[in-house]
């Protein structure tokens, strides 16, 4: 059976952490979407890593960990990640790549730089990893699949035709230096040696690992609000964040998908410009920031300081709803303990109307937060186990937010590690 891990919101959920401790009794982990440009954080036995493109499964020996075709696959960084952690002492993963996945190439990062220097200020806030430039290619079809390194001849002539159109921009557009072709086929048959002992028929895998009973966790990367349709266009990213979506990136049925794990965050946290309705700012977000996720909240790939906002049941229950979530993990609860009283967004004032339904882009712009405080429980949850043993505040809380967002807390996860996981019984959650 399939199960996917996805988020509700801006992304930097925690998914990763959950990824992580559900891939102990799965067989497949695998990415589906999404480039190096987000990471996620994994705090286990080893240490703690930082991981961009592979999946949060890496660090189990019985696990496979699968690059899908939907993903914006980065080889040489693949490949540091890969010695990053074996250097680490991590046993060697057992790695897939798509044959169908296509390749980050270098020019998709350069053009991702310039574009955001042209755009100045109104930039849409871009790692610059490519991921925009790339599936833009994608889509013109004029990206290169992994496959098309094995393809000598197809591959030196598609190369020369995708540089000509791409000297243009970079001559007239962007006033760049022009690409090489030749320099970048060098460039891509070491790709070619790189990548050449993982690639695979990575959906034809996943049909008989699902025909021999096993399995799959599908770990998506950022979250509903970053998806390129149902998100806050076009502040979003440039892949479905959706687990609808893990069907298509994986090539798999996506009736197999039977149970879809959303993670939403206690608080709530964002990177890169657009609408934020539950924001804070000064003293209060700074709190907030540094005593959030597990040392802080800055990007695990940009290290840029995320902004801060309280719990928005408007932006999760629309998150959830888009997901197709049978399970809410709710995380970094633990970070909460601090506070005396805890406000949470429960509605949407727009144009003096209050509304509990997400809007599109320009409604959400004119948004007010409506609040509602809930006290706090002061003190430190961490090492708590039982749902029982949760401060009656802390529950409250909890139940609270189940209540406004529809979809069952089945997990709570309470610290960074594995074992921070508090399993519950939802009375939303159908039998
Ligand atoms: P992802 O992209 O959704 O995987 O999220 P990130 O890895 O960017 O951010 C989650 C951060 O919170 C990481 O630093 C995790 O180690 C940390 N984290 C995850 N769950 C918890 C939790 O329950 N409590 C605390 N304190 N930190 C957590």
């Not at 609808?244 to 998908?257: C, D, K, L, M, S």
Request: aromatic share 10%; net charge negative; with cysteine.
């Amino acid at each position: 059976m399939v199960k996917a891990v996805v988020g509700a919101n801006w992304g930097d959920e925690g998914k990763g952490k959950i990824t992580d401790m559900m891939a102990e009794k799965a067989d497949v982990i695998v990415r589906f979407q999404g480039g190096a440009n987000a990471g996620h954080t994994i705090v286990n036995c080893y240490g703690k890593f930082a991981l961009h493109t592979l999946p949060s499964g890496v660090f189990y020996g019985h696990t496979t960990s699968v690059i899908g075709n939907g993903v914006a696959l980065n080889i040489p960084l693949l490949f540091k990640e890969i010695q990053s952690i074996v250097e680490r002492n991590v046993p060697m993963p057992k790695i897939l790549v798509s044959d169908r996945a296509q390749i980050v190439m270098p020019y998709h990062i350069l053009f991702d730089q310039y574009e955001e220097e042209r755009l100045g200020g109104k930039s849409f806030g871009s790692t610059k990893s490519g991921i925009a430039p790339f599936y833009s290619d994608k889509y013109a079809k004029i990206g290169f699949q992994v496959n098309e390194l094995f393809d000598e001849e197809g591959l030196a002539e598609k190369v020369r035709s995708v540089c000509a159109v791409k000297n243009v921009l970079l001559k007239h557009l962007y006033n760049k230096p022009e690409i090489d072709p030749e320099e970048l086929l060098k460039t891509l048959h070491e790709y070619k040696e790189m990548i050449a002992p993982y690639v695979c028929d990575v959906s034809s895998f996943l049909d008989r690992a699902l025909k021999d009973g096993k399995t799959v966790l599908l770990e998506g990367q950022l979250g509903t609000l970053k998806d390129p349709d149902h998100g806050i266009y076009p502040m979003v990213t440039s892949s479905s964040t959706l687990a609808a979506y893990g069907a298509v990136g994986a090539g798999i049925p996506p009736y197999e998908i039977k149970q879809v794990v959303t993670v939403c965050k206690a608080y709530s946290s964002a990177v890169g410009a657009g609408a934020f309705v539950s924001e804070i700012f000064g003293d209060e977000a700074d709190e907030l920031r540094r005593r959030g996720g597990d040392g802080g909240e800055y990007g695990a790939t940009t290290g840029r300081p995320r902004r801060m906002g309280w719990f928005d049941c408007v932006a999760s229950k629309y998150g959830c709803r888009l997901q197709g979530t049978t399970d809410v993990a709710f995380t970094v609860l633990d970070v909460l303990g601090y506070l005396d009283e805890i406000p949470v967004c429960v509605g949407y004032e727009i144009d003096g109307k209050v509304t509990t339904d997400f809007p599109v882009t320009h409604l959400l712009e004119k948004a007010k937060p409506v609040l509602r405080t809930l006290p706090g429980w002061k003190c430190d949850i961490r090492g708590i186990d039982r749902y029982e043993d949760l401060p009656e505040n802390c529950r409250n809380y909890i139940e609270f937010i189940e209540k406004q967002i529809g979809y069952p807390i089945t997990m709570i996860s309470n610290g960074p590690r594995r074992q921070d996981i508090i399993y519950r019984e939802s009375p939303l959650k159908k039998a």
